[in-house]
T-cell receptor, first 114, second 110 residues
């Protein structure tokens, strides 16, 4: 199994509070991704990174920001959490991006915003 | 906008039955992947298909990429309880980012 951990694994927070989720990898992969998973939507890309300090938006980036100061860590921040951000969040890593790449997923973080 | 629609959304069958899951789109993809996800875990890659019309087999699972590279199917022969899980297709377009399908939740009863 690829070395990917996510923390916390579960979090309950209140509307309007800031939340930061952490993804840590030990594989030295260049690419890192944050997805959210909701029933009926599969996985939707929030943000991704193609190197240290190099990030870009995905299809559902509103209300989220990311940072990558080290190869191994990719942080997802909800500046002011809303109930619509209740979801399961997955981090993924890949050694390259393109045809034939394999994304390895972390175990997920279940976030509930009350 | 969901570019990849999977059907059926849910499937409950008895052990030993055959089933097919479909992944359809109006868009062309450069490659298509199938993942399986078990409860409480992240998705795990099963297969990648690249060429239109390509067929790949993984034990009892057969994957096919449509000739026009807009659709794909997953066929499971003689399903077993261990096949239970959420099956996700994911297509890659020229942006080099994966677009995931809506998912098919399979339950195989002994």
């Amino acid at each position: 199994d690829a070395g990917i951990t996510q923390s916390p694994r579960h979090k309950v927070t209140e509307t309007g509070t800031p939340v930061t989720l952490r993804c840590h990898q030990t594989e030295n992969h260049r690419y890192m991704y944050w997805y959210r998973q909701d029933p009926g939507h599969g996985l939707r890309l929030i943000h991704y990174s193609y190197g240290v300090k190099d990030t870009d938006k995905g299809e559902v980036s509103d209300g989220y920001s990311v940072s990558r100061s080290k190869t191994e860590d990719f942080l997802l921040t909800l500046e002011s959490a809303t109930s619509s951000q209740t979801s399961v969040y997955f981090c993924a890593i890949a050694s390259f991006s393109g045809i034939g790449d394999t994304q390895y997923f972390g175990p997920g973080t279940r976030l509930t915003v009350l | 906008t969901q570019l990849l629609e999977q059907s059926p959304q849910f499937l409950s069958i008895q052990e030993g039955e055959n089933l097919t899951v479909y992944c359809n789109s109006s868009s062309v993809f450069s490659s298509l992947q199938w993942y399986r996800q078990e409860p409480g875990e992240g998705p795990v890659l099963l297969v990648t298909v690249v060429t239109g019309g390509e067929v790949k087999k993984l034990k009892r699972l057969t994957f096919q990429f449509g000739d026009a590279r807009k659709d794909s199917s997953l066929h499971i022969t003689a399903a077993q309880p261990g096949d239970t899980g959420l099956y996700l297709c994911a297509g890659m377009k020229n942006t080099d980012k994966l677009i995931f399908g809506t998912g098919t939740r399979l339950q195989v009863f002994p």
